[in-house]
């Protein structure tokens, strides 16, 4: 296996947020070619055994899932790392977004891939949050005051519902280049936002 030292991400994305439809959500609900995704935006471009290391995978399992990923435009060659014969991969878009249509699909097949996807989602926050309470006492003290595990219950309707997210959307773009980005304190920091209504009683 090739040494393989992090790499900078390239600045800017080649595209900032994918738009799933039936089709491109059908190619991305498998949970490692969604693990593989994850971990090219946030760890940066790797080769196939690269990524097959950091999962605890095959290579043989990760070159086949990201030539899927490619096929549906979520990945792609990046020419500047390669050298020789060896492949490097970086993810093509920032996020993903979900088309309207989705939500209404009555198809089996889309269905259950928009399961899978959320459900893989779900379980990868769950995972997120459960290791920073586990590891808190290996940071710096601030971390502790800056971090946050809130939860809110409001009664609106699904328009204002909408609009709020929009706007803590928003809110959050704010700060995805900051200033203070490349601080000798800064760290990754990692926002989870959840809304969803309620049964009551």
Do not use: C
Not at 9 to 35: E, K, M, Y
Not at 84 to 96: L, S
Not at 125 to 149: C, K, N, V, Y
Request: glycine share 6%; no cysteine; proline share 7%.
């Amino acid at each position: 296996m090739p040494n393989e030292q992090p790499q900078p991400r390239r600045a800017p994305w080649p595209q900032d947020t994918r738009v799933l439809d039936p089709r491109s959500l059908r190619g991305l609900a498998h949970p490692l070619r969604i693990q593989l995704l994850r971990s090219l935006r946030h760890d940066g471009p790797a080769t196939a055994s690269g990524l097959a290391g950091r999962l605890g995978e095959s290579s043989g399992a990760t070159s086949y899932h990201l030539r899927q990923l490619a096929a549906h435009g979520f990945v792609e060659d990046d020419p500047s790392l390669g050298k020789g014969r060896e492949r490097w991969w970086r993810a093509v878009q920032r996020g993903i977004s979900w088309d309207e249509s989705l939500h209404h699909d009555t198809d089996p097949a889309v269905r259950g891939a928009a399961d899978l996807l959320l459900h893989e989602v779900a379980a990868h926050h769950t995972q997120e949050l459960s290791t920073w309470i586990a590891t808190r006492h290996d940071w710096d003290p601030f971390w502790a005051g800056a971090s946050d595990m809130s939860d809110f219950t409001l009664r609106l309707p699904p328009a204002v519902a909408r609009d709020l997210g929009e706007r803590l959307h928003a809110l959050i773009d704010e700060y995805r280049d900051h200033p203070e980005a490349d601080a000798a304190d800064a760290a990754r920091v990692r926002l989870h936002l959840h809304a969803f209504p309620q049964r009551e009683g």
